[in-house]
Each structure stands twice: as structure tokens, then as C-alpha cells.
């Protein structure tokens, strides 16, 4: 029974209590009303009225806020934040649109451009090789239809 | 906006005082509902037009304090919330707070 009297008047428990009635309210308040859009009037509100609760209903009183804030602040500033999303696609000007539109268009064009040319060197190079591998392989002289090198020499 | 108890506690406490101002924690205070439920009440009913709303003068408080928001029943809102009040009256759903219309 001592120690439990000791511990309810420590130092520590003065200073628990006074942390909890003390400053904790209105510091959780202020961080509770943070999810609330930044010009909302409902911040500036719930941190004056929190002067006018008593002390010791504050630590209630503030847990009762941030179910308020879980449901409506949240929903404020999802809203907040898509209003401010189409405010700005609809304030951007039509010509950067474009203009953006128009240098990806030709970065693209430039990007196949630059794949046909490749393309057409690579097939230009194929193509040699086959003329040069052509000559190595066959005679420059045609064999005369009657000759069995001749491929062309069983067809009719 | 949908009738329910503590609309009907709420409408009772504001038009106690139907010219005067409000403050929300003396509201609930008065109304006995909660903060939680309060709150969303008093955004609705300032969208619907029931409610004006307005900010204490600083320079006219005598505290150190920051300024707090009140709130004041407009022309519609008395008439609504007054008709609230008479369908209220008649409901046996809200049997329970008769004693407060007295």
C-alpha cells in the first residue's frame, strides 16, 4: 500500500500527469489537425476551442477530434487535392500541351529515323556479305545449259 | 439532411438561444452530443445554409487566447430547424427527449 502511495506521488507520476494534461492535448492536436487542408477553418477552430475545454476532459477531447479528423479532414483534403490537381490541368496552357506533345512526336520520329538508317546499313552490309560469299562460292562464268553444274540444267 | 437524434439535439440547443452565437464545444456541451458526430453536423448544416459562421475579434478579447469560431443561426435556419423541431415533437422515435422541449 506504501509503495503504491509512493508511486502515485513520485516525481515521475507529477510528471506523467502533467504531460497529460499538461501539453500532450494540444501538441497531439496540433499534429491530429495537420491531416485537414492547409486552409481549412476547422484547424484553427478545434486548437482555440481546445482553450475553452477543461484540463482535464482535454486528453477525451482530443481523442474525440481525431475520429472528426479521421473522417472529415481526410475527405477534405482528398478533395483539396484532386480540386488542386484539375485546377492546374485546366489552368496549363493549351501550347505547352503541345508543345510537349509536339518534341516526344519528334523525338520518336528522330528515334525511327535513326532505327531505319541502322536498319538500312545493317541490310546494305547483309547484302554484300551475300554478293562477296556469292562470288567466293559460285564462278563468275555461267555453266552452259548442258553442263551438270548447271542448276538449271534439269528443268525443262 | 436526415433526422436523427442528435440533429434534433442540436437544432434544440441552437434554438435555445435562436439570435446568439454559438461555439461548437459549448454546443456539444448543451446538446450532449459528441464532438465526433458535432462537427460533421455543423459543416452540413453551414453547406445547407442553416448556419452562418464568423470569428471572434481579436482585439476585443480580454485572454491571451487564440480567436474561436462561432457560429449563427441564419433566417433558413431557424425555419428549418424549427420545423425540425415540430416534426420532432410528433415522432415517437424521439419520445425519449419530449422532456426537453418543455
Request: aromatic share 8%.
Amino acid at each position: 500500500m506504501g509503495e503504491l502511495i509512493d508511486a502515485v506521488t513520485s516525481r515521475w507520476s507529477l510528471l506523467l500527469v502533467l504531460l497529460v494534461f499538461g501539453s500532450a492535448p494540444g501538441i497531439c492536436l496540433r499534429l491530429i489537425v495537420l491531416m485537414y487542408p492547409p486552409n481549412d477553418p476547422r484547424r484553427r477552430e478545434l486548437i482555440s476551442e481546445l482553450r475553452a475545454v477543461p484540463r482535464f476532459e482535454r486528453p477525451l477531447w482530443v481523442a474525440e477530434q481525431f475520429e472528426v479528423v479521421l473522417f472529415e479532414g481526410l475527405a477534405h483534403r482528398l478533395l483539396a487535392t484532386l480540386r488542386r490537381v484539375s485546377r492546374r490541368r485546366a489552368q496549363a496552357p493549351t501550347d505547352e500541351h503541345d508543345a510537349r506533345d509536339k518534341y516526344i512526336g519528334n523525338l520518336f520520329d528522330q528515334f525511327i529515323y535513326q532505327v531505319d538508317l541502322a536498319l538500312a546499313d545493317h541490310q546494305r552490309d547483309a547484302e554484300r556479305r551475300i554478293q562477296q560469299l556469292r562470288e567466293q562460292l559460285m564462278p563468275t562464268s555461267k555453266p552452259g545449259p548442258g553442263q551438270p553444274d548447271c542448276p538449271d540444267a534439269d528443268q525443262p | 439532411m436526415r433526422k436523427t437524434h442528435a440533429l434534433v439535439q442540436v437544432a434544440m440547443a441552437l434554438l435555445d438561444e435562436p439570435t446568439g452565437r454559438h461555439w461548437g464545444y459549448d454546443l456539444s456541451k448543451r446538446s450532449g452530443v459528441r464532438s465526433g458526430v458535432l462537427y460533421p453536423m455543423l459543416t452540413r448544416m453551414l453547406d445547407e445554409g442553416y448556419l452562418t459562421d464568423g470569428w471572434e475579434d481579436p482585439t476585443t478579447l480580454q485572454d491571451k487566447r487564440p480567436p474561436r469560431r462561432y457560429y449563427e443561426l441564419t433566417d433558413k435556419g431557424r425555419r428549418e430547424l424549427g420545423a425540425v423541431l415540430q416534426e420532432a415533437r410528433q415522432d415517437t422515435r424521439f419520445a425519449s427527449l419530449q422532456w426537453r422541449f418543455a
